[in-house]
């Protein structure tokens, strides 16, 4: 059964700090990968998603990358702002393709 | 709007009654997902179609649950005989095929 561990579980830095979110997977063998921001009782917003020939996306201030072979993403957040406080959610899509699975998240809190 | 849209936002119901939600995928997209997710719980995934076909369901879908995706299109889920334990957020995405999955908003159910 494919497990999804995401480090640490809460994160708290001021503004203006890079950092790194880091998700593992028990089972290399998934498909895409997607990273999720969840703000509280709120649905999930898409950032990225790596899809199975990729190793790396960006958009903005956001880069991930994915390492197959080890079954693990890390999330990058360049100069952090307040805006940025959520929850990072990571998913993985199995290889049939008929479901993500979640790990449980890492909150973020950036301070001003 | 052209995103996932799910109806009821909330919806506060007494034990023992029956709920449905509807959700309202993105109009191209023909993989529909539904989810479950608790407090500080990453989501948990409950179903999945393709186009009308029910392809996949978890074990956490017990039999007082039942999802459906007439022509493809809406999908809506209905718990019979609701408990306290079905008090969650569900949640519902779609996707094209093995791109990125869009989520809703959520459904937050109350089961008093």
């Known amino acids: 059964k494919q497990e999804v561990t995401q480090i640490p579980a809460a994160l708290s830095v001021p503004e203006g700090e890079n950092l790194v979110l880091n998700c593992s997977f028990t089972?290399?063998?998934?498909?895409?990968l997607q990273w999720f921001r969840q703000d509280p009782g709120k649905g999930l917003t898409s950032l990225l998603l790596?899809?199975?020939?990729?190793r790396e996306q960006t958009s903005g201030r956001l880069n991930a990358s994915l390492d197959k072979s080890s079954g693990r993403s890390t999330l990058y957040i360049a100069a952090s702002q307040p805006g940025d406080s959520a929850t990072y959610l990571c998913?993985?899509?199995?290889?049939?393709?008929?479901?993500?699975?979640f790990g449980k998240g890492t909150t973020l809190s950036v301070s001003s | 709007d052209t995103g996932v849209s799910q109806n009821p936002r909330h919806k506060i119901t007494k034990r023992g009654q029956n709920v449905t939600f509807r959700c309202d995928p993105i109009?191209?997209?023909?993989?529909l997902y539904w989810y479950r997710q608790t407090l500080g719980q990453g989501p948990e995934f409950l179903t999945y179609?393709?186009?009308?076909?029910?392809?996949?369901k978890s074990r956490l879908l017990s039999d007082r649950f039942s999802a459906e995706r007439p022509k493809g299109s809406f999908s809506t889920l209905e718990i019979q005989r609701t408990e306290q334990g079905d008090s969650a957020m569900y949640l519902c995405?779609?996707?094209?095929?093995?791109?990125?999955?869009?989520f809703g908003q959520g459904t937050r159910l109350t089961v008093v």
């Open positions: 995405a779609s996707s094209l095929s093995l791109s990125e999955a869009f």
């Open positions: 790596i899809q199975s020939s990729q």
């Open positions: 998913a993985g899509t199995n290889q049939a393709g008929t479901a993500l699975i």
């Open positions: 179609f393709q186009n009308e076909a029910q392809l996949e």
């Open positions: 109009s191209e997209h023909n993989r």
């Open positions: 089972d290399s063998a998934i498909y895409n």
